[in-house]
Nanobody, 115 residues
Framework: QVQLVESGGGLVQPGGSLRLSCAAS????????MGWYRQAPGKQRELVAT???????NYADSVKGRFTISRDSAKNTVYLQMNSLKPEDTAVYLC?????????WGQGTQVTVSS
């Protein structure tokens, strides 16, 4: 089994920054991609950012220029640096990893942006 544990969430004022971390552990042979999703109450889960094993990145239009995804392959860890946070960024952020042929999810970390 593969386990994902997120950390770094919390309460921040608009315009502030947070850095999320997600560490994967367990029986891991090859990680094809890792990423971040988010889900707010009453809304569907949406993709925030992904990064592949060769370093290619993809971002939701709503976070481009503000968020940066990065990885440490040796530690099986992915990060999400979030700058210029807005109230609409408030959500539970979930870590995801794709280890063919399966997808794995973390339990999520709460990010709240309010004044």
């Amino acid at each position: 089994q593969v386990q994902l544990v997120e950390s770094g969430g919390g309460l921040v004022q608009p315009g502030g920054s947070l850095r999320l971390s997600c560490a994967a552990s367990g029986r891991i042979f090859n990680i094809y991609a890792m990423g971040w999703y988010r889900q707010a109450p009453g809304k569907q889960r949406e993709l925030v950012a992904t990064i592949t094993s060769d370093g290619n990145t993809n971002y939701a239009d709503s976070v481009k220029g503000r968020f940066t995804i990065s990885r440490d392959s040796a530690k099986n860890t992915v990060y999400l640096q979030m700058n210029s946070l807005k109230p609409e960024d408030t959500a539970v952020y979930l870590c995801n990893t794709f280890i063919p042929p399966r997808l794995y999810w973390g339990q999520g970390t709460q990010v709240t942006v309010s004044s």
